[in-house]
Nanobody, 121 residues
Framework: QVQPMESGGGSVQAGGSLRLSCTVP????????LSWFRQAPGKEREFVAG?????????ADSVKGRFTISQDNAKNMLYLHLQMNSVKPEDTAMYYC?????????????WGQGTQVTVSA
């Protein structure tokens, strides 16, 4: 199984914008649900935004109205973008892409290595 790959992290001032991308090679046989999580130092990993197995998009309350995800399905690759607007210092965290393999394929979760987002006041 190939891990998701995140990109686009960096440093930004509060009120600014940043766009993260997650790249996942497509499978000929299996479908995936992709989502974004984040983990700040000393805190547990938390859900940010993602598409579930029905294709429904969900957002954490803390990012609703500020963050937007979009998914592009190319022939060989899936791309999940996270557009982060009006960022706040509390958005500072390592951001991870999660890939969930959907039934009828054997279920499993795969995580990327993460990309760091730092928001300064």
């Amino acid at each position: 199984q190939v891990q998701p790959m995140e990109s686009g992290g960096g440093s930004v001032q509060a009120g600014g914008s940043l766009r993260l991308s997650c790249t996942v090679p497509r499978s000929s046989y299996c479908e995936y649900a992709l989502s974004w999580f984040r983990q700040a130092p000393g805190k547990e990993r938390e859900f940010v935004a993602g598409n579930d197995s029905t294709g429904t998009t969900n957002y954490a309350d803390s990012v609703k109205g500020r963050f937007t995800i979009s998914q592009d399905n190319a022939k060989n690759m899936l791309y999940l973008h996270l557009q982060m607007n009006s960022v706040k210092p509390e958005d500072t965290a390592m951001y991870y892409c999660k890939k969930v393999v959907l039934m009828p394929c054997p279920p499993r979760d795969d995580w990327g290595q993460g990309t760091q987002v730092t928001v300064s006041a």
